[in-house]
């Protein structure tokens, strides 16, 4: 797209249409084979300096912290907090896939300002994220000429929830920059090159044309949430944290522990709760966070394994910390259900379900 000049956002819309279809080619959807949802990742390049709490109202992500964890950035950063032109953020978003493709789950949406167009929604507003023929046609947008100040826009966002070879990953939409190459991509994120042509459906790495967004796998950390909580399938990836369970844990991943995820009690006030409740591991001293060294070779944690309407769910991880042999979290969920019977556990979940 950055092939284009930007004297061509005087044209109309149908000769752009035209052009574009000569000059670039329209981009591979990103695959989404799974009939799952999770959390993806976009990178944002601002055109114009602005604040995060601007960011998170033009994407609707519900909460600052999300946007400050998958960044990195300090709890404490403030919702004005400057955001420099041109520079990048990363943008969580809740991905759905469909026919084998993943979009943002009817999220954003936008709402159309005066003198806007579907080419700068795509182009500047969404700094390239998105090609505006996908707006075009996930609004069914009859006449791509004529849309109305006031009209909510669902700006469909490339994302996915499939596993890379083999292992969990959280992918990142990534608009190559002018002058990168896959090579240098593939560096910076801890990622391959035949991967990422892979995901891309690539056969050339030298096709790579400035403005591309690519599906670049994160490495995730690996977790014992079990697949009823509401965060299930929770993914971090490396280098960044995320609060769950209504804000009352923080769960960080990064190399430690061979990329396990680690959790500990956030200290925040809860919302949907008056209180946090106990984060004690089931017949343990420990609790969510601390560890202990059993033996020689091997440490008990007590990990996150997910909550429900009433309880925050723990487990004891058992890691081998001897190198070069295998890791043996048997990961026997001792899910603490304090005398529940399974019945009102599956109508908590379906209500947990109904409210989100
Ligand atoms: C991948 O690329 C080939 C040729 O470039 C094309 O025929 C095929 O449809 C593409 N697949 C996807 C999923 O875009
Ligand atoms: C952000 O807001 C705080 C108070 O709400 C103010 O003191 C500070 O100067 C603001 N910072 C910027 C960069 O606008
Ligand atoms: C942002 O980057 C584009 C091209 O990459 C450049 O043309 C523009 O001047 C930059 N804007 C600022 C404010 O740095
Ligand atoms: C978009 O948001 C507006 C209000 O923010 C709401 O009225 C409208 O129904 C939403 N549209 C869609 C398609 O979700
Ligand atoms: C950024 O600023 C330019 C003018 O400098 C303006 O035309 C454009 O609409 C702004 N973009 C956004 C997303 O606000
Ligand atoms: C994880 O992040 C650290 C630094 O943040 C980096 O050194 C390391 O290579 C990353 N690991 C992977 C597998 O991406
Ligand atoms: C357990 O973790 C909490 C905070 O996460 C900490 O305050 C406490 O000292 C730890 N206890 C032990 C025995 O390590
Ligand atoms: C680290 O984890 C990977 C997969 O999760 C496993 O194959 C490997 O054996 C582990 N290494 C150690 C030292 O535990
Ligand atoms: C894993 O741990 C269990 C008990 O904690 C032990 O019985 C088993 O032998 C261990 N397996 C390996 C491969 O070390």
Redesign the pocket.
Known sequence: MSTLSPHLLLLPLSLLLLLSSTLTTAQPPFQCTTTSTCMSLVGYISPNTTTLSRIQSLFQVKTLRSILGVN?LPPSTPRNHTVRANSTVMIPIPCRCFDGVGMSNHVPNYTVVKDDGLFHIASQVFSGLVEYPKIVTANNIKDPNLILVGQDLWIPLPCSCNDVDGEKVVHYGHVAASGSTVGQIAAE???TSETLMRLNNMSDPKSLVAGQVLDVP??ACSSSVSNSSPDFPMRIA??TYVYTANNCVMCTC??TNN?TMQCQPSGLTPVNWKTCPTMQCPESSLSLGNSTTQSACSRSTCAYAGFDKDHILTTLAVQNTCPGSEDNSSGALEIHWRGWSLAMVLFAMIMIQRTL
């Open positions: 990195n994120f801890g990622t994160l490495k490396n280098g990064d190399a990329y």
